[in-house]
């Protein structure tokens, strides 16, 4: 059966690459689409953001630097639309354990793509955004609501696109230099060119004490983090037209350090070295794209006192996608196929694991009355999994609808099937503090959303109330016994309202008044689900508010953000911070200077009713760039 399946799904690649070069479709999506804001997760293809039946924030490369992030993870987190779990400084995993971001307070329910790929491993669904660094990025597309129709299984509550730098039209070298409080250091240098785009990266942060904490009344301890180390590099190279390859690699040392608050126990002293490789090779036209794709993460972690053997933890993906889009019987169709190998193995945890992630999956759209625009989709995803794991059948359908009131005001709604299987982890994970469930059943449910988007020169707003209802949502938890383990909950659900705002209100105004503007971003939301003795409990944040101003002059550039963390589960505190980041452009290349939680407030980034996860203090940076 297995075979058979790959067969089909090679063989509608094939059609797909093959059926790639007879379409119209270009020149009437230069007619359908105004010029605007254009994104390419809502629907595989380009699209105009006003247009589509979806929720989509884009954060551009230059509103990521804006926000003054240290990499990737830590620029998501202050766009106010994600929340942040982290369990070391700066994102870093923390003895493979990794951080992580959440779409409307649903943990583990986000799919993390790279250029359309995904980079998810299947061991517990990590994905490392700490190692991207923000100058290799032209974009991230934050897609919010259940896209497994398009995207197949984990796109549960949405789906975060990275968009890596492409060539550029002319020959553009650059480098930056900036340096902080604690030994941080983050460095840059790269040129973009017609056919290729290179770029390096150096990023250090000296040793941070106490970056987790256990409050057991038997046995308190805490961890501290010793000097990362980080260095990445990327290319992206386009050989012809329609065509581009892609590569980032990240290497990342660190340490960990246990200390025991009884005096009479020693300290145990962890080296932890990572390897990181994402590759793909693409060929996107107007009417056919092609990907093939390889992912690569190692994890070393090394006990040296007292010694014990060391333990690697490998997860490789690979596979490949493809869809094709056409006009027939008046409808606009995207008919695709993709398949993906997931395999982890782990030393000690549990060994080598494997499975096929395979999907068929078509959609149509039709316009109507010529405002409303109608779409609807299917996809039968297959999960087989090997060495006597379970395998899965999903039909995932979905539908959608944008309505044009006028111009400026759009209408939209959709609801959606979505599907995620347990992870390696969850299944079989074995340690001194956390153990897998083997007869886990995988998430299933519904998501359904309608809102609202309006675009004036002066405001950009977004408004949708959604509703998430799941069954056996997977449900960490910590057992009498001090363990940590995995539950299915029997059911799960999440509503609420998320919004996002952009007021510009001296655009047409005269002098630096004209390029002030304001921004509001958030939701609130109520996720509860049944505990492990089927109390319905919170499991995730209710509130997330951010706030920002930005002046934008061509000289000086100065941004604000407030981000708000309220009503959080398991008693953790609520949280303020703000952050600042300003640029000054000079004659030759130009300087910044950023501050990250300007108040130096105590931020606890994830943990539970015994354990706290913290972020870092006040840090604040200066730099150079130049760009010529």
């Known amino acids: 059966m297995k075979t058979m399946q790959w067969n089909i799904l090679m063989a509608a690649l094939l059609c797909v690459i093959m059926a790639g070069t007879g379409s119209v479709w270009a020149e009437?999506?230069?007619?359908?689409?105004?010029?605007?804001?254009?994104?390419?997760?809502?629907?595989?293809?380009?699209?105009?953001?006003?247009?589509?039946?979806?929720?989509?924030?884009?954060?551009?490369?230059?509103?990521?630097?804006?926000?003054?992030?240290?990499?990737?993870?830590?620029?998501?987190?202050?766009?106010?639309?994600?929340?942040?779990?982290?369990?070391?400084?700066?994102?870093?995993?923390?003895?493979?354990?990794?951080?992580?971001?959440?779409?409307?307070?649903?943990?583990?329910?986000?799919?993390?793509?790279?250029?359309?790929?995904?980079?998810?491993?299947?061991?517990?669904?990590?994905?490392?955004?700490?190692?991207?660094?923000?100058?290799?990025?032209?974009?991230?597309?934050?897609?919010?609501?259940?896209?497994?129709?398009?995207?197949?299984?984990?796109?549960?509550?949405?789906?975060?696109?990275?968009?890596?730098?492409?060539?550029?039209?002319?020959?553009?070298?650059?480098?930056?230099?900036?340096?902080?409080?604690?030994?941080?250091?983050?460095?840059?240098?790269?040129?973009?060119?017609?056919?290729?785009?290179?770029?390096?990266?150096?990023?250090?942060?000296?040793?941070?004490?106490?970056?987790?904490?256990?409050?057991?009344?038997?046995?308190?301890?805490?961890?501290?983090?010793?000097?990362?180390?980080?260095?990445?590099?990327?290319?992206?190279?386009?050989?012809?037209?329609?065509?581009?390859?892609?590569?980032?690699?990240?290497?990342?040392?660190?340490?960990?350090?246990?200390?025991?608050?009884?005096?009479?126990?020693?300290?145990?002293?962890?080296?932890?070295?990572?390897?990181?490789?994402?590759?793909?090779?693409?060929?996107?036209?107007?009417?056919?794209?092609?990907?093939?794709?390889?992912?690569?993460?190692?994890?070393?972690?090394?006990?040296?006192?007292?010694?014990?053997?060391?333990?690697?933890?490998?997860?490789?993906?690979?596979?490949?996608?493809?869809?094709?889009?056409?006009?027939?019987?008046?409808?606009?169709?995207?008919?695709?196929?993709?398949?993906?190998?997931?395999?982890?193995?782990?030393?000690?945890?549990?060994?080598?694991?494997?499975?096929?992630?395979?999907?068929?999956?078509?959609?149509?759209?039709?316009?109507?009355?010529?405002?409303?625009?109608?779409?609807a989709g299917a996809r039968e995803q297959w999960i087989n999994g090997y060495d006597g794991a379970r395998n899965y059948s999903r039909f995932l359908p979905s539908a959608g609808l944008n309505f044009e009131v006028t111009s400026a005001l759009h209408l939209f709604a959709n609801a959606g099937k979505a599907f995620r299987a347990p992870s390696f982890n969850d299944q079989y994970y074995s340690t001194a503090t956390r153990v897998g469930n083997p007869d886990l059943e995988p998430e299933e449910g519904w998501t359904y959303e309608a809102g609202m988007k309006y675009d004036h020169p002066a405001i950009h707003l977004r408004v949708a109330v959604f509703l998430m209802k799941f069954e056996d949502k997977i449900i960490s938890y910590e057992r009498a016994d001090g363990m940590n383990s995995y539950y299915n909950a029997g059911d799960y659900e999440n509503q609420g309202i998320e919004w996002k705002l952009v007021f510009a209100p001296f655009h047409q105004g005269q002098g630096v008044w004209k390029n002030l503007s304001f921004s509001a971003r958030g939701f609130v939301a109520n996720p509860k689900a049944d505990d492990s003795d089927g109390v319905l409990t919170q499991v995730g944040p209710r509130v997330q508010t951010a706030f920002g101003i930005k002046y934008l002059g061509r000289l000086f550039t100065f941004n604000v953000d407030l981000i708000n963390l309220n009503d959080r589960e398991d008693d953790l505190e609520s949280e303020i911070t703000v952050n600042l980041y300003s640029r000054y452009q000079l004659p030759v290349g130009a300087l910044t200077f950023s501050v990250d939680n300007l108040f130096d407030e105590e931020v606890v980034t994830g943990g539970s009713t015994t354990s706290e996860y913290y972020g870092l203090g006040r840090l604040i940076k200066a730099g150079y760039e130049i760009r010529l």
């Open 28 to 375: 009437e999506a230069d007619q359908e689409y105004d010029l605007g804001q254009i994104i390419v997760t809502a629907d595989r293809y380009p699209v105009n953001e006003q247009k589509s039946a979806r929720f989509v924030t884009v954060l551009t490369a230059e509103q990521l630097e804006e926000s003054g992030g240290n990499n990737v993870i830590d620029a998501l987190k202050r766009s106010g639309t994600l929340s942040y779990k982290s369990l070391a400084p700066l994102g870093v995993s923390r003895m493979g354990m990794k951080s992580e971001v959440s779409i409307r307070g649903l943990e583990d329910g986000e799919l993390v793509l790279i250029n359309g790929v995904p980079i998810q491993s299947a061991s517990g669904g990590s994905y490392d955004l700490n190692a991207i660094g923000l100058d290799q990025i032209e974009r991230v597309e934050i897609l919010s609501g259940a896209a497994s129709t398009l995207y197949g299984a984990d796109a549960m509550t949405g789906v975060i696109n990275i968009i890596t730098r492409q060539p550029g039209q002319q020959c553009s070298p650059y480098a930056s230099v900036e340096l902080g409080e604690l030994g941080y250091q983050n460095h840059s240098v790269g040129l973009t060119s017609e056919k290729l785009n290179l770029g390096a990266r150096y990023q250090r942060l000296d040793g941070i004490d106490t970056i987790y904490r256990k409050f057991s009344a038997k046995s308190p301890y805490r961890y501290d983090m010793q000097a990362t180390d980080q260095l990445s590099a990327s290319l992206n190279y386009r050989p012809a037209e329609h065509w581009t390859i892609d590569y980032l690699v990240t290497t990342i040392e660190t340490g960990f350090v246990k200390r025991y608050d009884s005096p009479s126990k020693e300290p145990i002293f962890y080296d932890q070295d990572q390897e990181k490789h994402f590759a793909d090779i693409r060929y996107e036209a107007d009417n056919v794209a092609v990907k093939g794709f390889y992912s690569f993460d190692e994890l070393t972690k090394n006990q040296t006192s007292p010694s014990a053997p060391e333990e690697k933890r490998r997860n490789y993906n690979y596979g490949f996608s493809g869809d094709y889009r056409f006009n027939a019987f008046s409808l606009k169709q995207t008919i695709g196929a993709d398949i993906t190998r997931r395999v982890a193995d782990y030393d000690y945890s549990y060994g080598r694991h494997a499975r096929d992630d395979s999907a068929l999956f078509w959609q149509v759209k039709r316009p109507f009355f010529e405002r409303l625009l109608v779409s």
